[in-house]
C-alpha cells in the first residue's frame, strides 16, 4: 500500500469540509459527517487535527494566504491607489463565488457555536482586509485622487459592502454572484 504524501490527507480533510460547507442549508458539520463523506474513521480525522476547530483554522489560513497573497500581487502590479482599491474588492467578491463554502467562513455562520478564537481570527482578517484598502486610498490621496479625511469612511464603505455582498451570496443559496454588478456600485464608492 503506497503511503500519502505529507500533508495530502490534511488537505483531503479540509477540502471535503469546505465541500460541505458549500450546501446552502447545510446543518451543523459534525466530525462523525465529515468522516462519513471521506469514508474513514473520525479517529482518522484526529491523527490529522486535534479538533473540529483546528480544522476550521486550516480553512481559514487558506482564505488568508490566498486572499492576503492576491492583495500582495494587486499591490505590486498596481500603482494607482484608486485602481488597488477597486482591484482588492473586485477579487473578494471573486474569491467568494470561486469558494462557496469559504464564504460561509467569512461570514462567520460556519462558526456560530465553534471556538470562540475563530471569530476572533476572522475579525482580524476584516481589520487586515479594511487595512489593505485603507493603504490603497492612502496611495489615491498622494496622487491627488482622494482626500486623507475620506480614506477612513471609504474604506469602511468599501469592506462593508464586500461583506454585505458576501452575507447575501451565502443567503441566496450561492445562486447569486456576489460580484454580479459590482463595478458600478464600486466605482460609485470610489467616486
Do not use: C
Not at 491607489?81 to 467569512?106: E, K, Y
Not at 460556519?110 to 478564537?117: I, P, S, W
Not at 475563530?118 to 482626500?147: C, I, P, T
Not at 456576489?178 to 464608492?189: F, G, R, Y
Amino acid at each position: 500500500m503506497a503511503s500519502n504524501p505529507p500533508g495530502q490527507r490534511r488537505m483531503q480533510i479540509l477540502q471535503a469540509l469546505a465541500e460541505m460547507l458549500e450546501q446552502p442549508k447545510g446543518d451543523k458539520i459534525t466530525t462523525a459527517a465529515l468522516a462519513r463523506k471521506l469514508e474513514f474513521s473520525e479517529a482518522a480525522l484526529y491523527r490529522h487535527f486535534a479538533s473540529k476547530a483546528q480544522m476550521f483554522e486550516g480553512l481559514i489560513e487558506f482564505i488568508e494566504s490566498s486572499v492576503f497573497g492576491l492583495i500582495n500581487q494587486i499591490a505590486e502590479r498596481q500603482s494607482d491607489g484608486l485602481a488597488q482599491a477597486r482591484d482588492i474588492v473586485g477579487m473578494l467578491l471573486n474569491f467568494a463565488s470561486q469558494n462557496p463554502g469559504m464564504t460561509r467562513v467569512l461570514i462567520g455562520e460556519a462558526l456560530v457555536n465553534e471556538d470562540e478564537r475563530l471569530q476572533l481570527r476572522m475579525n482580524q482578517f476584516y481589520d487586515r482586509v479594511e487595512l489593505a484598502l485603507k493603504q490603497a486610498l492612502r496611495l489615491a490621496v498622494s496622487e491627488g485622487q482622494a482626500h486623507e479625511a475620506e480614506v477612513q469612511a471609504r474604506a469602511g464603505m468599501l469592506a462593508s459592502f464586500v461583506i454585505g455582498r458576501w452575507h447575501r451570496y451565502a443567503k441566496s443559496g450561492f445562486k447569486n454572484n456576489p460580484a454580479q454588478d459590482a463595478p458600478l456600485q464600486i466605482a460609485l464608492l470610489l467616486a
